[in-house]
Antibody, heavy 117, light 111 residues
């Protein structure tokens, strides 16, 4: 069974930093492309960024609102995905989901971790 | 950026009756490989989103066959043949042809 468990959310002041983690299990993590998607309270879904598998280059892409402030990384030895968030703004307040990324988009989702700025 | 526009934004439905949600994109979602990367997601109250449909009309594993997707180019539709109580929630379309963009969401509720 695929499981994605996010952690690391919390309350942070504007301008501060936070690192989110996503522990993955139930699939071959090192072959997977992964994404972060966020949802502001009572609002819709917005993708944050993506990281390819290392075999596909391990490159990252980011949505415009977070580019230059957020960094996605992965530790395949720990089956863990990360989101480093710097220079946080009040508009970054959201529930952050870790998702797998396949041809159909986000196939599996975690339960999310709440970030409040 | 590709804009995804859903309608209606609120959909009161009667149990056992059909329901339909429209999703329009600001440009064609046909990718250079010939595929159309349009997906549908369901988000029940208090839960994470769940993918129902990918590449326009392919149902994900475990999704009831009362859910179906159709469309092409810029116009797409999610249909529920007979609404059940567990179908209450917000439904999002998402395009993956030009990066990712989600629609605003359609709230389905029981009359």
């Amino acid at each position: 069974e695929v499981q994605l468990v996010e952690s690391g959310g919390g309350l942070v002041k504007p301008g501060g930093s936070l690192r989110l983690s996503c522990a993955a299990s139930g699939f071959t993590f090192n072959n997977a492309w992964m994404r972060w998607v966020r949802q502001a309270p009572g609002k819709g879904l917005e993708w944050v960024g993506r990281i390819k598998s290392k075999t596909d280059g391990g490159t990252t892409d980011y949505a415009a609102p977070v580019r230059g402030r957020f960094t996605i990384s992965r530790d395949d030895s720990k089956n863990t995905l990360y989101l480093q968030m710097n220079s946080l703004k009040t508009e970054d307040t959201a529930l952050y989901y870790c998702t797998t990324d396949d041809a159909g988009g986000p196939g599996y989702w975690g339960q999310g971790t709440l970030v409040t700025v | 950026d590709v804009v995804m526009t859903q309608s209606p934004l609120s959909l009161p439905v009667t149990l056992g009756q059909p329901a339909s949600i429209s999703c329009r994109s600001s440009q064609s979602l046909v990718y250079s490989d010939g595929n159309t990367y349009l997906s549908w997601f369901q988000q029940r109250p208090g839960q994470s989103p769940r993918r129902l449909i990918y590449k326009v009309s392919n149902r994900d594993s475990g999704v009831p066959d009362r859910f179906s997707g159709s469309g092409s180019g810029t116009d797409f539709t999610l249909k529920i043949s007979r609404v059940e109580a567990e179908d209450v929630g917000v439904y999002y379309c998402m395009q993956g042809t030009h990066w990712w963009t989600f629609g605003q969401g359609t709230k389905v509720e029981i009359k």
